[in-house]
């Protein structure tokens, strides 16, 4: 996919450009905001935490829609957390279908606060503070 440049979230008002698409671009951020300091977490705490399922996976078990996880891809990391929680599948679908092309689509969600919170605590040093989904 190809890389989009915003604002960074784990350290406004610093600019980043990453696919928005990708796997863990929260990580991506961190790393182009701080790049020596993103090396020296790898190095003491190992790899950044993950996007779901308190940074230990990429992608959530299940969605509340019963939606593919997998499709979650299909959307800009600031949008997942909020899809995955949508009970209903036709609202679910209603945001895939408008917002396909959107690399700006934004969904406020407590999971993705979570999930910018754990790279922080990471980055940090503070990895083992738990953060809740």
Same mark, same amino acid.
């Given at each position: 996919?190809?890389?989009? +440049?915003?604002?960074?979230?784990?350290?406004?008002?610093?600019?980043?450009?990453?696919?928005?698409?990708?796997?863990?671009?929260?990580? +991506?951020?961190?790393?182009?905001?701080?790049?020596?300091?993103?090396?020296?977490?790898?190095?003491?705490?190992?790899?950044?935490?993950?996007?779901?399922?308190?940074?230990?996976?990429?992608?959530?078990?299940?969605?509340?829609?019963?939606?593919?996880?997998?499709?979650?891809?299909?959307?800009?990391?600031?949008?997942?957390?909020?899809?995955?929680?949508?009970?209903?599948?036709?609202?679910?679908?209603?945001?895939?279908?408008?917002?396909?092309?959107?690399?700006?689509?934004?969904?406020?969600?407590?999971?993705?606060?979570?999930?910018?919170?754990?790279?922080?605590?990471?980055?940090?040093?503070?990895?083992?503070?738990?953060?809740? +989904?």
């Amino acid at each position: 996919m190809p890389m989009t +440049e915003k604002t960074s979230l784990v350290s406004p008002p610093a600019r980043v450009s990453i696919d928005v698409y990708g796997l863990n671009p929260i990580a +991506e951020d961190y790393r182009q905001v701080n790049a020596a300091n993103y090396q020296v977490s790898t190095a003491k705490a190992g790899n950044p935490p993950k996007m779901f399922a308190s940074g230990t996976a990429d992608l959530p078990a299940f969605t509340a829609s019963g939606i593919d996880p997998q499709l979650l891809l299909r959307l800009p990391y600031t949008a997942r957390h909020y899809v995955a929680a949508l009970p209903d599948t036709a609202a679910a679908l209603t945001i895939f279908e408008d917002n396909a092309t959107n690399p700006d689509l934004t969904l406020g969600h407590r999971g993705l606060q979570d999930a910018i919170a754990r790279v922080r605590n990471w980055a940090a040093g503070r990895a083992d503070l738990q953060v809740t +989904e």
